[in-house]
């Protein structure tokens, strides 16, 4: 049970990033211009880099309200749980194959880009493993309620 525990902490974690940077990006240019300098990005401000942040903003609201929605359940359901870490391993796998285009375009330091890449795939790492973990541990179907034990 610990690895379910560990599991919805993880997922809370997410859900509070997701909203949260979601949420700023959202709101005044001010507040988009505080979630880029935490990536480590350096950009011209223009009126169509500040549009494009908007729809950023909604998929960190949604990908939050997945990882919430998720959290919520007596065990995650293992499909979510492996699109979660397919969604981090693809954002990852993207800042490595353009890494110095990332890294050029955007400014952001070169040790500022590889933390990102290693908390990305620590996050769909940790995700796959306490999820396989908490399934097994609780006995539950694709993610259904455990089962009882006498079944």
């Not at 880029?36 to 401000?45: I, K, L, Q, R, S």
């Amino acid at each position: 049970m610990r690895a379910l525990s560990a599991l919805k902490g993880l997922l809370w974690f997410i859900a509070v990033y997701q909203f949260v940077c979601g949420f700023l990006l959202l709101m005044s240019p001010g507040f988009a211009q505080l979630v880029v300098t935490w990536y480590g990005a350096t950009v011209d401000w223009t009126n169509q880099f500040t549009f494009i942040l908007k729809p950023l903003g909604a998929y960190m609201l949604m990908t939050g309200l997945i990882a919430a929605s998720a959290a919520r359940a007596n065990v995650p359901h293992p499909t979510i749980i492996t699109s979660l870490s397919v969604l981090f391993t693809v954002n990852a796998l993207y800042r490595i194959l353009k890494f110095q285009v990332v890294h050029q375009i955007f400014g952001i330091a070169v040790w500022h880009l590889v933390g990102q890449i290693v908390v990305l795939l620590g996050l769909a790492g940790a995700l796959s493993l306490l999820s396989r973990s908490a399934v097994e541990a609780t006995g539950a179907v694709a993610g259904d309620a455990p089962r009882p034990v006498n079944a």
